[in-house]
């Protein structure tokens, strides 16, 4: 089994990422560590994120490692891209990437204060926002499939196709709504990942921590 | 003391095994199965005592229920068949197997094995076939009883165990001894849940000596612990003690009519008086009734934890419920470090109140914290929770055992929120 904590800027995306990774890997027991709880400070959002970060990134491996039989195999940090302006990492978009790799550079430099990302922690910046990868795994396809990493308020398609509430302006995203429409994401990865560059990528280092994780497992012959 | 204890299929115990010190701490979210396991002991303590019945679970604080209920039972699984526990303590084993049909229940379980082990050597006492003969073997056998199928050879096992004992030596001699410690613990067992009318003498509960399951019979208790001349209560020092509960200087058993209470309370006739460090002495006196709730429930615990009389192995279900985070951990580390002192008795308790876990010293191989979660298949899983030297290290610099556990780092948290 793999053990993957995640830290993320909000609950829809545990569900995604957790869908994702459990596509691929089916054995996974995933270690919510934020958003947190509290109703003060920012528990949600990137401000959260940045937080956590800057508080455990000089002890990751004693974060990972201390709990015996807990060990977390993966650390997933994810921060979407449409913050970037934040962290003077924006950058015209298409293409994505350029983004993705300012923001990630912010997050593991000035954030985490590491001089590189380590081995078992993936950092993810899905842009513009996670909601991208579940609308491009929409039927019928989304109208503008061909920037949506790129598209602010993305969500809103997943609300004009009557999958989520709007309330106070906001975007309503329950577990029992949101979970189903992770797992089609996850199904259809194909897909997303034809449109979303950043869905690829983070398939893809996931795919790498997992083979590492499993070279190390396999006994010696 | 009970090294390991193993459940198969009760409740949401598909298939369990804890490996326990002298103090063990529960946390899960709610609904993950923590009161299962202390219940499952309490089925085991019933068994131990004579027999499964409704008089004998109740006694020691498990909840009443149709086989149908204590039956694991999971979605596209047949119900188990049988619960099977299996209860160590050093070299003895005692195993059992109780069965109840579903339909049509009995007001007595079935002993469908039942099974006492001292070393790597043969049982040394086995019931054979269902009900009938059962026979005490040591390599031959030396004896026999009779015993109907609800009736369990434990009780009159201990009898059985002191004629064994009285013929053996050394280390032989000692296995004994722990086998009959072991049976002896599991039928004294009980699973307490404090409850705040019960304590401040306004409720029935059932009532045990010296404590009953929601806390009667606490004025008593104290009374015999409290030593004024030293400044003593139990093994414990009175000022630590009000230390911790600020507003009191003074406890002591009273007639209800010694202490200022309404006469329309229905109380009992022995009730706890307490002496405000506050107010004017001419008016300083509180009875349980009034008394803050925090109070009765570090008495409580206190009680419990030190009593003679109390039970060797006990649990508590919430036993911070009504305490403030910081007392709630002072008072884990008071009586933590009690119990691990005195090396006699053995605590589980189930907490959902994060502080406590900082009253813990994990240092201690005593001490044992166990996450308590429910698989995917809704089986309860339950984990010890062990941690490097690096990373206890780092309680004093934010990562603290609290703070882990709300994070998520222990398991042992609801999933969704």
Known sequence: MLRVGIVAEGKSEWFVLEEMMRAIHPDIDFQRIRPDISATGSPYGWRGVKAWCQEFGGRLDTFMTGVKGKELDLLVIHADCSMAHNAGANRPCPPAVDTADALRDVVVRQWLRLAAQPPRVLVTHPSRSTDAWVVASLEPPYRRLASIECEDSVENELVARHLLRKKDGEVKKPEGKYRPLAEQAAQRMSEVCAHCTQAARFVEEFQAVLAVVQLERTPEL | ?417
């Open chain 2, 1 to 417: 003391m009970l090294t390991r204890f193993t459940v198969k299929g009760f409740k949401s115990l598909l298939d369990t095994t804890v490996e326990l010190g002298a103090v063990n701490v529960f946390i899960g979210a709610n609904g993950s199965g923590k009161s299962n396991i202390l219940e499952a002991l309490g089925v085991m303590g019933a068994a131990a005592f004579g027999s499964v019945e409704p008089e004998t679970l109740r006694y020691r604080g498990v909840r009443l229920g149709l086989p149908a209920l204590y039956k694991t039972s999971f979605k596209g699984q047949e119900p188990h068949q049988a619960i099977e526990l299996d209860a160590e303590a050093g070299a003895a084993v005692y195993r059992l197997e109780l069965d109840n049909p579903i339909e049509e229940p009995l007001a007595k379980w079935r002993i469908i094995s039942e099974k006492l082990t001292v070393g790597r050597t043969l049982p040394l006492v086995e019931r054979q076939g269902r009900g009938g003969m059962i026979r005490v073997i040591q390599g031959q056998v030396i004896g026999g009883l009779s015993f109907n199928e609800q009736q369990s050879m434990a009780s009159r096992m201990v009898d059985l165990l002191e004629v064994l004992r009285a013929q053996q030596q050394g280390e032989v001699r000692q296995e004994t001894v722990e086998a009959q410690e072991l049976l002896a613990a599991l039928k004294g067992y009980a699973l307490f849940a404090p409850v705040t009318p019960v304590l401040r003498g306004t409720a029935e509960d059932v009532a045990r000596d010296p404590l009953g399951l929601g806390g009667s019979g606490l004025p008593t208790a104290i009374q015999s612990l409290l030593n004024e001349e030293e400044r003593t209560l139990g093994p414990f020092d009175l000022d630590e003690v009000w230390e911790m509960i600020e507003w009191a200087q003074d406890v002591s058993a009273a007639q209800g009519s010694e202490v200022p209470l309404s006469p329309a309370v229905p109380t009992k006739p022995i009730i706890l008086k307490f002496v405000d460090r506050f107010m004017d002495q001419e008016r300083n006196t509180l009875s349980a009734y009034d008394a803050s709730e925090g109070a009765l429930y570090v008495l409580f615990m206190l009680a419990l934890a030190s009593h003679p009389k109390a039970p060797r192995i006990f649990a508590v279900d919430n036993f911070d419920q009504a305490l403030h985070p910081r007392l709630a951990a002072a008072l884990t580390r008071m009586v933590t470090s009690h119990l691990v002192r005195e090396g006699k008795r053995q605590m589980l308790v189930t907490t959902h109140n994060p502080l406590v876990l900082d009253g813990l010293d994990l240092r201690d191989d005593r001490i044992r914290l166990f996450a308590v979660e429910r698989g995917r298949n809704g089986a309860t899983q339950i984990n010890r929770i062990v941690l490097s030297e690096e990373l206890l290290a780092e309680a004093d610099k934010g990562m603290s055992l609290s703070r882990l556990w709300v994070m998520g780092r222990l398991g042992g948290v609801p999933r969704s929120i």
